[in-house]
């Protein structure tokens, strides 16, 4: 895949081979985080496991292909959550942007702890074990990526532009009609969603040229579940979910409290859905019609 206009200029980096992606109040999530850009994260963080994020708003969250473990990125730090208990991995780093390539192999973006190497911003970072320690790929003291998204053709990231790199080292800079809090790229790439304050965006060359989704609800956070589906909830927590690439929408479920971070994966046959929301840490197996709480917030 290539996010040129011409995609047939260049074949999928396989590099990155992934395992399977209101008004008033959503420009309140989407400024409300925004101070932290500028701040380094607090060096705090929770030395063992408990029953709270530590933190009071996320950025991210994914499920690692390998382990199953739910991973939740915070202001403080990535943290798994298992069994009502949430246990810190790795340094501290303010998370801003957050997604997962394969087993243990995950991508992020932010700002270091005070005791930190890392440059601030950290740019785009690299862990290949499952978060216990990162690695700078590119862009450090340039980019505090607050959308990131993952597929078979690279990386897309916004950091107050839309930018795409193949290997998570060079970069080039997309066009984009508004500013995404969240984007989410198909499985191989071709696919991206992007949820704005002007409602859903849609792109079908890989995020070379958008077009607004007619009928589309108002959604806050979306992630991609397979080539084809794809689920979103709204800023008042109503949940939707499409069969047809973004083309159409249904509700089929409401969450109860505002999302922040939504997450998907499919094994073609089951599909495992978690939601990070402002009560709780939500999943679903049924293709988002109902949820458990895995952890209360």
């Known amino acids: 895949m290539s996010v040129l206009p011409c995609p047939a200029r260049r074949r999928p980096a396989q590099w990155w081979s992934p395992a399977a992606s209101v008004s008033v109040l959503l420009v309140a999530v989407l400024t409300g985080c925004s101070s932290s850009g500028s701040d380094r994260a607090p060096d705090t963080a929770v030395a063992t496991a408990t029953g709270r994020l530590p933190t009071?708003?996320?950025h991210g969250v994914g499920i690692d292909p390998g382990s199953g473990s739910v991973l939740v990125a915070t202001h403080e730090g990535l943290v798994e959550v298992a069994d009502g208990a949430v246990t810190p991995v790795g340094p501290t780093i303010d998370l801003m942007g957050f997604t997962v390539v394969?087993?243990?192999h995950y991508l992020a973006s932010g700002h270091p702890g005070l005791h930190s190497d890392l440059p601030n911003p950290v740019g785009l970072i690299e862990t290949t074990d499952a978060g216990r320690t990162w690695s700078p790929l590119s862009r450090q003291e340039e980019s505090d990526f607050h959308g990131l998204t993952v597929s078979d053709a690279g990386v897309?990231?916004?950091d107050g532009s839309l930018l795409f790199s193949e290997d998570g080292r060079a970069w080039e800079p997309l066009p984009i009609p508004a500013e995404p809090h969240t984007l989410a790229a198909s499985p191989d790439?071709?696919?991206v969603l992007a949820t704005t304050e002007q409602g859903l965006l849609r792109s079908t060359d890989a995020g070379s040229s958008w077009s607004s989704v007619e009928g589309a609800p108002l959604l806050q956070v979306?992630?991609?579940v397979d080539e084809r589906s794809a689920i979103g909830a709204t800023p008042a927590g109503a949940v939707w979910v499409t069969a047809d690439r973004g083309l159409t929408w249904?509700?089929?479920a409401e969450l109860g409290s505002a999302p922040e971070a939504?997450?998907?994966t499919s094994d073609g046959e089951e599909v495992r859905i978690v939601v990070v929301t402002t009560a709780a840490?939500?999943?679903s197996s049924d293709g988002g019609r109902t949820f458990e709480t895995l952890l209360a917030r």
């Open 222 to 224: 979306a992630t991609w």
């Open 262 to 264: 939504v997450t998907a």
């Open 281 to 283: 840490v939500l999943e």
């Open 250 to 252: 249904d509700e089929v």
């Open 156 to 158: 897309l990231g916004f």
């Open 102 to 104: 394969g087993p243990d």
């Open 189 to 191: 790439g071709m696919q």
């Open 56 to 58: 009071s708003h996320v």
